[in-house]
């Protein structure tokens, strides 16, 4: 079966600084890989997602992930943070042609010191 | 584009009494929707497939007696929770795949709907 681990429950940064957010797939083949965000009270928003090819992906709002297989990882990265960042953020996995459905990790949410 | 809508976005009802919830895909087909339901800081529990024309499919433990989906079109799911009781009360948020995309393993996320049963 799948799971994704997100390590960081909380994470706080100062705005302009950099970000990276960690995510570990468990997956016996090759997945999909997705970053998801959520404001209060809201539903997700896509960031950005990998299907194959270049294992560098660029998203919304300039946040970027690379997938790297021997580590397991779909890290999300940006080089300043805005305080509008502040959210939480899902990485969810999903299995190629396996009925569509994600798992998601249990979150990490960004706090965004002005 | 890929835009899904929920409506209501909040609803209060009282304990025994039904509520549906609707999601619509507003600018694309969706022959797949997923229904989840997330309790306050915690994670996304997938709670059903909805597939048009089709029965949903329940994950384990979640019972399909209680909570009735109906996906009668390429852009309706309805979520009915059937005699609600105040553990119904949660955050419903459903997701919609688009059909007409490639790779199709995109889900696009509706805003969610909060419940609150009294």
């Known amino acids: 079966a799948q799971s994704v681990t997100q390590p960081d429950i909380h994470i706080t940064v100062s705005e302009g600084a950099s970000l990276e957010l960690r995510c570990n797939y468990s997956y016996g083949a090759t997945p999909y890989l997705f970053w998801y965000v959520q404001s209060p009270g809201q539903g997700l928003q896509l960031l950005l997602k990998?299907?194959?090819?270049?294992?560098l992906v660029q998203g919304i709002k300039g946040f970027e992930a690379e997938f790297k297989r021997s580590q397991s990882s779909f890290n999300l990265r940006k080089p300043s943070v805005h305080w509008s960042d502040a959210a939480e953020y899902f990485c969810a996995v999903g299995a190629a042609g396996g009925g569509n459905k994600l798992t998601f990790g249990t979150g990490t949410q960004l706090k965004v010191e002005l | 584009g890929a835009v899904v809508s929920q409506h209501p976005s909040w609803v209060i009802c009282k304990s025994g009494t039904s509520v549906k919830i609707e999601c619509r895909s507003l600018d694309f087909q969706a022959t797949t929707m997923f229904w989840y339901r997330q309790f306050p800081k915690q994670s996304l529990m997938l709670m059903a497939t909805?597939?048009?024309?089709?029965?949903?499919?329940?994950e384990q433990g979640v019972e399909k007696d209680k909570f009735l989906i109906n996906h009668a079109s390429l852009t309706l799911s309805t979520l009915t929770v059937t005699s609600a009781h105040p553990e119904d009360s949660s955050f419903y948020i459903c997701?919609?795949?688009?059909?007409?995309?490639?790779?199709?393993?995109?889900?696009?996320f509706g805003p969610g709907t909060r419940l609150l049963v009294l």
């Open positions: 990998y299907f194959s090819g270049d294992t």
């Open positions: 997701s919609a795949r688009d059909s007409g995309s490639a790779p199709q393993e995109t889900q696009y």
């Open positions: 909805s597939n048009e024309g089709s029965k949903a499919t329940y």
